[in-house]
């Protein structure tokens, strides 16, 4: 990527004015909404409560311009951009998707979340092996691993 997009996080603040002074921090469950994602859920809840399916084409459209804009700020291109519904099911096509031979290996910390221990857990089938990595005593994974 030539040009990085250049990102004030003060100006993203205010959407979560909700929050106060908490901070939410590697929280792998459901956290708090911005108010533009609360606005843009209701606005398409209310669509398919009005009109059923009837936007399906509005909706793919506003989907590929999500991608555009992703593609955007992490480089590459929109067809690269994937959509899922929530990181579990990003990991677990991730993981499903890859072609494993037998002796691969899959580096893993173990203090790893569940939700991305099972779809690398369930290629060992496919003849991955999983390496489980221990933090050290200062709670850090060595780069080495």
């Not at 979340?113 to 221990?134: C, H, I, M, T």
Request: glycine share 8%; no cysteine.
């Amino acid at each position: 990527m030539d040009q990085q997009t250049k990102i004030d996080f003060n100006q993203y603040q205010q959407l979560f004015s909700n929050l106060g002074d908490t901070i939410w921090l590697n929280h792998a469950g459901v956290s708090p909404v911005s108010s533009a994602v609360a606005e843009g859920m209701r606005s398409h809840l209310e669509d398919v409560l009005t009109n059923g399916a009837a936007h399906t084409p509005e909706w793919y459209h506003e989907l590929m311009n999500i991608r555009r804009l992703a593609s955007g700020l992490l480089g590459g291109s929109a067809k690269d951009i994937a959509v899922t519904p929530n990181t579990t099911y990003g990991v677990n096509l991730i993981a499903s998707g890859l072609d494993w031979k037998e002796g691969d290996e899959i580096v893993l910390s173990s203090k790893e979340y569940p939700a991305n221990v099972y779809p690398w857990w369930a290629q060992q089938e496919r003849g991955a092996k999983l390496v489980w990595v221990e933090e050290d005593e200062n709670h850090r994974l060595p780069v080495e691993a």
